[in-house]
């Protein structure tokens, strides 16, 4: 259920019930043709549909995240690590003290993955809370799953083309994008990353049937709910 | 038009052609029986609103901001003032970098008020670029017309209690709540505040009638258009 | 009681009979003609007035705050937010530690409002103490003592010219400054700043009769006297 | 060559002939039966080993990471994220000043990660370096290697055990170790994860003959010199 | 000149003619039965004298540093290092904006002392100033006056009674302390350094005669201002 | 007995039986003909040997300090002062929870003294542990010998010049260097200190005999195990 359904009441009365919440957190930046905010849709929507039949909160999703390698395409917005740890910090830190114990960070964006190590330190600081690190598109089943499809999925081609990040006004090119030397982009300055990604694409087609991204977003929900189910740490105090 | 709904194309296509972006920014606390999420949804929905008719990109509305006095209430997240801060100036870092240089914030939120100390910050530091931090609902106009309309005009009272901030599984109190000694109030720590305040509201009615509310937001959308419109800094670089 | 005129055992024994204790913070920025410490002088003395019959100890004045608006006119020194908010956390940990548990932060400059943010923030934090953030020049009754004199009270202009923020070498100017456009000024980087405003006043005269400034500063001591009577937090370990 | 075997001409000369450089670090953390140490040792010699016939200048490795799950274990020193971004992005700044600009990062740890994203921001921030991150166990082949040599490979057990990594005192257990719940793992806080771990290891068997650690160790040898030779970022003004 | 007495015409002017100026900087915590604000007041007074025939301008006084300590004694304000970092940091910029390139630090408290150490770290970050950090004090010449005058000179006994730093209320007591364990006092928390030190005097007598006393400062003044006409770094830019 | 040499249970075990353990802080700048590391090496190793008969744990040395006057000199790394407090506050923070109560810190780079006011500041901020910041080689009876062995002793000169920083193909050069204005060097940004320092020598010879240098070593050495037998803080939980 999304938090902004509920009142301070509502919430009281669920974590009274379920020591369990969701934060999802997303990014803002180049996805190809696709919609600049394909991450955080994708980590706030998989998170609210995993959620429905738990009644489950689910926080507003972190619009913002670390995307430097795109910072050569206008509309990417860049934290750097230690905002977005410090943001994370003061979130958890609240759903703790709003009487949750066990938090499902659900990550739309590969590029966010220190929040997994801060989450380590979170559990070390507290000692009194479970929180998970949840990848929604490459935990194992659903990257089985994409793997299955198409072994080419990846950032801003078909993998993160749903009915729900595409845009009206920009369809997807037609054919196949050569893939691009992975290495050598880790390795280079946004300006060179724009040069050797073009429209922004990892490669591979653009889109693919609706019908078997419906069948990828199946097993994601179903994961991601999955993760809300267990397993929890053992904690003393609850 | 938000920027969910563009692609990186757009966003280099719209800042080619105007200087002009908007942040929106919220905050995620109690408002009594209303949404959680009652200060990022007016911020959004005013941006939206306003930009509409001028083109111009609205970003993603930054969901969590400074609200410890209601930290006693579960659903409230609070970041510290430094990390607000952090977040602020690296997304304004980034829409430099995106080629926009006239930025309107757009708060929903009066706990936030230390972002507008930072523009002046960023403003000095960047000397090229001009920002507006716009306190939508007490701009002159809008809070002139709020206060002609019922002066108890507050935080979760009716003022907040617009048709998409309402829940429908909770109905607004009858009558009229007494106001709250907001000296004393401001010098509590969170308890005491939940002690002083009980439900949440600062006093006075919960609801007023919609033609009324409908009134006010369309002099908020206004007003909130015409600071898009001007003055900006006369920048030596534009 | 400045604390300059105490030693530890002074404190020690204030701290033990009386919760109180005033920190005054300011800025040392231009001021058109008058010193560039006009803020820091004005909340230090106005502190050290209000709290003489009281004898409650008045730490120090922090002489550095937030002005970048100014960063073009030399003598202007700017702190970050961050290291605002930094100083201040301090300045209340120790005062805590010293035994105090009502803490009056008299403010002489409208830039370091965060502080009162930060203050909100530290409320939560310790939950055992109140602390009451007291802009003193805008404080109901001398504001309004400050209107009625005349409407244009406003930054180094006569508002703020008192026997003892003068320099004896830099007579007022003649006359009267035409006003500021306060919107455009707030949205203009520090060159521009200093292009709109040149000598730094922000308009109206430059001086009053010592008569009406006297009258001003009598309600203003009387005011932040009465801050520190009360309310305060009740606090549950007191 | 070690630069604690360099003097500044040195590695002025070594700058001047060759942009390339090695940061190595690792982490102080329990391992078992095997030394604290072990993945600072293997950082520091699998990057020394690399570098050795190209005669590039392996800096000090930095011995302490981000371990925050096992801080239950005595000798355990952890750095909170924010403080490792703060060590690197420093040493980096200092790597450039030194004329460097292809700056290979040899991590011996895992729970390093977030260097990876910092890396990114890093390439960002200065546009004129290439930085490379790489995690010498899984990198592609030598990961392949071990997992060909027995697919327990894993902390503390048999794939971190070397003539250089064991303690004289303190044989490896015989046998063979349940695998550990690694989901469960991590999201328990760190008396919790002790609970589950016993000793420390994940679980396989704690030693293997050493003529198949070798052959390991030669492969990771022989792909962290690889990633050495390149790719690196085409710099403009390389 | 105390900055105080001058506006921002007369820094613009003063940097014009000469790039020195002088930043004091002290603390406020226990002196035994003298003022809390003894190394506030003799940093500021000390500057002020030397600068006086020099006519350069002598910025407020930080009154607060480190002195983590005296935490035990009521009155004792302690900042942590990061915030004492930030403040000069900022200062610094600020006075590198308003014209100065020579910068005399005069500290009046040996628990500064990392400001040394930023010193060099902004030298560096700059490159085009020069800043010197001047401990008052125990410069080279006042210390070798004090050692003569007396080998017990320290903290809070007669080397810091000078009748500007006394109070009426507090007569100095008579005769002679022990000294304190220094090795011992430097290795313990505070409750356990005020157990150690009473009254807060490191030793010795409590008050010498005023004319030696003079003629410490006076020398103490000449060394000042000896530091201010030299050496400075010769910078290309100036 | 170094930490590379322990597993946990040996670490768990020390602290069972002794509260003492020692971390060694060094610095990687430019040492003239020297090694790079001639600090971390020298502050490892005078604890190695310190430590050894009393069986007490040397945790691996930090090998990057402050050092920004020697930016100039490719291979010196410069941590920012902040940096080096997180770090060494985050180490002191493990070795508590590790068990250890009495934390000996063995320095051997001047421009590390910071970290000694960091010491004081946890002291104060835990309570319960002590800490001792050694500078070995300025330790009073080490440097008294330094002085009778030669008064020139100072940094990259025969002082530091010991059979192990030497570096065999960089053979010390013959004769005497004049001293150094040290006043002018520190006053000045790192390119004029270059300037200044040519080789990076303070001046004096560059070697002398190697039974003078270990009649030095042993004095350091004993000092430094002096240090560790006391006195420490008395402590209640202890």
Not at 6 to 31: F, Y
Not at 37 to 57: R, S, Y
Not at 76 to 103: K, N, W
Request: proline share 8%; aromatic share 8%; net charge negative.
């Amino acid at each position: 259920m999304n938090v902004a359904d509920m009142n301070w009441r509502d919430v009281e009365a669920a974590a009274a019930k379920d020591p369990r919440c969701i934060l999802p957190i997303g990014s803002t930046e180049q996805h190809a043709q696709l919609s600049l905010c394909v991450d955080m849709i994708l980590a706030e929507k998989v998170a609210t549909d995993a959620a429905a039949p738990l009644g489950i909160p689910v926080f507003p999703v972190m619009p913002y995240g670390l995307a430097p390698y795109f910072n050569a395409y206008p509309g990417t917005i860049c934290l750097r690590v230690e905002t977005l740890m410090s943001v994370v910090r003061d979130i958890v830190a609240s759903l703790r003290r709003s009487g949750f114990r066990q938090i499902l960070i659900v990550n739309g964006h590969g590029g966010n993955n220190p929040v997994g190590a801060l989450a380590q330190e979170l559990l070390s600081e507290y000692g009194d809370i479970s929180i998970k690190f949840h990848n929604w598109w490459n935990a194992p089943q659903t990257w089985a799953k994409i793997q299955e499809t198409d072994p080419t999925g990846s950032h801003a081609n078909w993998m993160e083309n749903f009915p729900w990040t595409r845009l009206a006004h920009a369809a997807a090119p037609e054919g196949e994008k050569p893939g691009v030397d992975m290495v050598q982009m880790k390795v280079s300055p946004p300006a060179e990353v724009r040069n050797m990604l073009g429209d922004g694409s990892f490669g591979g087609r653009w889109q693919r049937p609706d019908d078997e991204m419906q069948a990828i977003w199946d097993i994601g929900v179903a994961e991601t709910r999955a993760a809300l189910e267990g397993p929890w740490a053992e904690l003393k105090n609850d």
